[in-house]
T-cell receptor
Framework: DAKTTQPNSMESNEEEPVHLPCNHS???????IHWYRQLPSQGPEYVIH???SNVNNRMASLAIAEDRKSSTLILHRATLRDAAVYYC????????????FGTGTRLTVIP | NAGVTQTPKFRVLKTGQSMTLLCAQD?????MYWYRQDPGMGLRLIHY???????AKGEVPDGYNVSRLKKQNFLLGLESAAPSQTSVYFC????????????FGNGTRLTVT
């Protein structure tokens, strides 16, 4: 399975935008890019996913590089509730599309 | 809707004891998964199921068995618990549509002494 690389940790000030990077240089043409986050003492929750085009939803935006070797999760206005571990994951279109979680990026939001 | 419910929330076992973790979902999802998460690490897939009566191995299946007798339930069994199985266990489910989001439970914290 194609791997992703994320920084171990990032900090952001409250109410400022946050850009969380993810590198996936071995991505294949059919791999979707998924983002999940895990708040303390909870199970992960879905944030967003995409294939080639940038995607927006009520939680975040996903910017995908033209060569698809990297992507960025954008939180437009960080709140204290956004402090979590963010996982960037690739899934392919074969089989059960299983998601394999790495160690993610721990986001700290500073009041 | 309750979503994905895991029972129990906490459990302490002695080495060699057995137990079953229950995952129940009320969203009529086809696919169900069991993951484990060790301190400071991401989640690792233990077993999964793509439908009632079917199961398959994930990344770290050794020491665990699963059953999916009913669509809404996915059971994870430890026949002879070992300290290495001390972990937080998460269940997840999703529809059968490709790339549909995973819905997770809040986890079961298991300690094996």
């Amino acid at each position: 399975d194609a791997k992703t690389t994320q920084p171990n940790s990032m900090e952001s000030n409250e109410e400022e935008p946050v850009h969380l990077p993810c590198n996936h240089s071995t991505i294949s043409g059919t791999d979707y890019i998924h983002w999940y986050r895990q708040l303390p003492s909870q199970g992960p929750e879905y944030v967003i996913h995409g294939l080639t085009s940038n995607v927006n939803n009520r939680m975040a935006s996903l910017a995908i590089a033209e060569d698809r070797k990297s992507s960025t999760l954008i939180l437009h206005r960080a709140t204290l509730r956004d402090a979590a571990v963010y996982y960037c994951i690739l899934s392919d279109q074969t089989g059960a599309n299983n998601l394999f979680f790495g160690t993610g990026t721990r986001l700290t939001v500073i009041p | 809707n309750a979503g994905v419910t895991q029972t129990p929330k906490f459990r302490v076992l002695k080495t060699g004891q057995s137990m079953t973790l229950l995952c129940a979902q009320d969203m009529n999802h086809e696919y169900m998964y069991w993951y484990r998460q060790d301190p400071g690490m991401g989640l690792r897939l233990i077993h999964y199921s793509v439908g009632e009566g079917t199961t398959a191995k994930g990344e770290v299946p050794d020491g665990y068995n699963v059953s999916r007798l009913k669509k809404q339930n996915f059971l994870l069994g430890l026949e002879s618990a070992a300290p290495s199985q001390t972990s937080v266990y998460f269940c997840a489910s999703r529809t059968g549509t490709a790339n549909s989001p995973l819905h997770f439970g809040n986890g079961t914290r298991l300690t094996v002494t």
